[in-house]
């Protein structure tokens, strides 16, 4: 969804919101099950599915490259200890 699309359905009535600022920067407080059902209409009933699917696949790649990066952290480690207890 776009900002436009938000914008033309609080327009016309679709979502309840309230406008809050924050260090003089307005945003929108919004109704996820409101904005989920115009997500849902305006996509088709899979989209919303499918995205949080998306997401969902992506939080988990991104948490196996924080995983494997930290295996290689210990395993350099592990070698120098290996190393010097060796040496």
Same mark, same amino acid.
């Given at each position: 969804?776009?900002?436009?699309?938000?914008?033309?359905?609080?327009?016309?009535?679709?979502?309840?919101?309230?406008?809050?600022?924050?260090?003089?920067?307005?945003?929108?407080?919004?109704?996820?099950?409101?904005?989920?059902?115009?997500?849902?209409?305006?996509?088709?009933?899979?989209?919303? =599915?499918? *995205?949080?699917?998306?997401?969902?696949? $992506?939080? !988990?790649? #991104? /948490?196996?490259?924080?995983?494997?990066? =930290?295996? *290689?952290?210990?395993?350099?480690?592990? $070698?120098? !200890?290996? #190393? /010097?207890?060796?040496?």
């Amino acid at each position: 969804m776009t900002q436009d699309d938000i914008f033309a359905a609080m327009r016309a009535g679709k979502l309840q919101f309230r406008e809050s600022n924050m260090h003089g920067n307005p945003w929108f407080r919004l109704l996820r099950h409101e904005v989920e059902a115009l997500v849902t209409e305006k996509g088709g009933q899979d989209h919303l =599915r499918k *995205k949080k699917l998306q997401k969902e696949l $992506a939080d !988990l790649d #991104k /948490e196996t490259r924080k995983i494997k990066a =930290r295996l *290689k952290a210990i395993e350099r480690r592990r $070698a120098e !200890l290996t #190393k /010097e207890i060796d040496g």
